[in-house]
């Protein structure tokens, strides 16, 4: 797909989803704090995001490659003055077969469970840390490494006025699976920068950074830049964030060819005043 039928799709996707959404009631000005909750992955919101990502071009063919994350953030309390904030991520894919290059792969990813471990969370900053996972539950090998794997992890989110601003980190090393896979070795980093402004809406820039170490070079790092709008509102009593967001690769590997990538996100939030409580 070339880069002026990509602007066009995402003006069109752009134009449908402000319409749509400008038509939703607005939520209370009182909501800003159940906005930012939902945003600060250390807050005591239950939030079960859905990310749906178009990469395009993959491979360097027209087809975009579809993958779709579901990503809870489920804060559990252990005692008064600690939780932990659990986040396992299942990735769900639709692309094309790499194998072959023809025909398509759907299903799931490898689980990615993440453990945040947290003291009373600050008014203006939190920080987090505990460990990260993977485990082989793809459905198909090209879109799973086979590999049991696991590293440290952090989370660090800041809260100054309307801001919301931090990031993810870990690195995953494997130590089981597959002799027949290859090793892994890789680093995530998913930054996060929302800006909310007046009736719910917001600015937000959520992009997710990753290295291969196994690999030399600028070859080894995906970095995109971009970001996009989005609101708050509530159908009966549900609360449900919704955005869009555009991204430029700024560096990616030539065997994967994607430049561009629009995102679609989902978020179902639950605003509680406690978490879960584990009496231990």
């Known amino acids: 797909m070339s880069y002026k039928k990509q602007k066009i799709l995402f003006c069109m996707y752009l134009y449908i989803f402000l319409v749509n959404l400008y038509m939703l009631p607005a939520c209370r000005s009182s909501n800003l704090e159940i906005l930012k909750g939902s945003e600060n992955p250390l807050s005591n919101t239950i939030v079960l995001p859905f990310r749906d990502n178009l990469n395009f071009e993959f491979l360097g063919k027209p087809k975009p490659q579809d ?102 980190a870990n690195n995953l090393w494997s130590f089981a699976g597959s002799r027949n896979r290859p090793s892994v070795n890789v680093f995530n980093l998913s930054g996060f920068v929302y800006y909310n402004l007046s009736n ?32 708050l509102f509530k159908i009966n009593n549900q609360y449900i964030a919704a955005s869009i967001q555009y991204f430029y690769n700024a560096l990616v590997p030539s065997s994967i060819k994607t ?21 231990f």
Do not use: C
């Open 259 to 279: 430049k561009w990538s629009l995102r679609f996100s989902l978020d179902f939030v639950f605003p509680e005043k406690d978490p879960f409580f584990l009496p």
């Open 67 to 168: 993958l779709l994350q579901i990503e809870p953030q489920l804060p559990i309390k252990l005692t008064e003055k600690i939780k932990v904030v659990v986040r396992p991520i299942l990735p769900v894919f639709y692309q094309i077969n790499t194998a072959t290059l023809k025909g398509h792969v759907f299903g799931l990813g490898d689980l990615n469970p993440q453990f945040y471990f947290s003291s009373t969370v600050q008014k203006t900053f939190s920080i987090g840390f505990g460990p990260a996972f993977a485990f082989p539950t793809a459905t198909n090998s090209q879109i799973g490494t086979g590999k049991v794997s696991a590293g440290p992890a952090i989370v660090f989110a800041a809260m100054p006025k309307n801001w919301v601003l931090g990031f993810y």
């Open 200 to 231: 719910d809406w917001f600015l937000a820039s959520t992009p997710g950074i990753a290295a291969n170490w196994k690999i030399s070079g600028s070859e080894q790092w995906i970095v995109p830049v971009g970001g996009g709008i989005g609101r």
